[in-house]
């Protein structure tokens, strides 16, 4: 046997051990015994249902970050990117550069490459609130989420806070008025309506103005945007 014919049988031989073979109607089968293959997704491994020959590994997986059990759930979690919130001005729709000054694999930038990103994440946000109203917005929706970290107040309460002041806004009710006047007014409510209130004296506690302002705001903001508030 010659030393082309050797080199030859061991190149089919290594192709046969790497790749199935496929049968006449297309089917992956495998080179050793010609058993049906299956995926293994958890280990990334194509193996023979057969024999048990691994015929692939280190596979990677292209499906979803979530698990689903029914019809009705993976409808539900099918979704590409975050979720929007009223929370944030842009609505979560924009997209941030980390402040964290390192690499793709972990490795820390350098200084030029530092102050590369400080002046792109300063023009990204520049770009994110180009006018008065998305500044306005990230102003007050900043101090909506503060005062209400600082009262123990849920989310569901900080949203509903968010698309009060929204409604404001956008019915022009600031002119005359403080935006944190306006943020504290909306939080005050949204917490009522949430059946999870807190007092005049709690809220102003943590808000930038005074009782006598929110209140004020309170009950102006809450006739024109017509708000159906529980009494206390």
Not at 16 to 27: F, L, P, S
Not at 94 to 102: F, L, M, R, V
Not at 165 to 183: C, M, N, T, W
Not at 189 to 200: H, K
Request: hydrophobic fraction near 30%.
């Amino acid at each position: 046997m010659t030393d082309t014919t050797v080199r030859r049988e061991r190149g089919e031989k290594e192709q046969a051990d790497a790749e199935a073979e496929e049968t006449e109607e297309g089917q992956l089968v495998c080179p050793e015994c010609g058993g049906s293959l299956e995926a293994d997704t958890e280990r990334g491994e194509t193996v023979c249902s057969e024999c048990g020959l691994v015929v692939e590994e280190d596979e990677i997986d292209r499906g979803p970050e979530w698990r689903a059990f029914d019809s009705a759930e993976k409808d539900e979690k099918s979704r590409v990117g975050a979720p929007t919130t009223k929370m944030m001005h842009d609505e979560g729709l924009s997209t941030n550069i980390g402040w964290q000054d390192k690499d793709a694999y972990g490795n820390s930038l350098s200084s030029r490459q530092r102050q590369k990103m400080q002046r792109l994440r300063t023009w990204n946000e520049r770009f994110r609130t180009r006018d008065s109203k998305e500044r306005n917005l990230k102003q007050a929706l900043g101090e909506i989420d503060r005062m209400a970290s600082a009262l123990g107040l849920p989310e569901n309460v900080r949203e509903t806070a968010s698309v009060i002041y929204r409604r404001a806004l956008d019915e022009d009710l600031l002119p005359g008025r403080s935006i944190e006047g306006v943020a504290t007014a909306s939080l005050y409510a949204a917490a009522r309506q949430a059946g999870t209130p807190r007092s005049l004296d709690e809220v102003s506690n943590v808000s930038r103005v005074g009782k006598d302002e929110i209140a004020r705001t309170y009950r102006y903001v809450v006739r024109e945007l017509s708000l159906e508030i529980e009494p206390a």
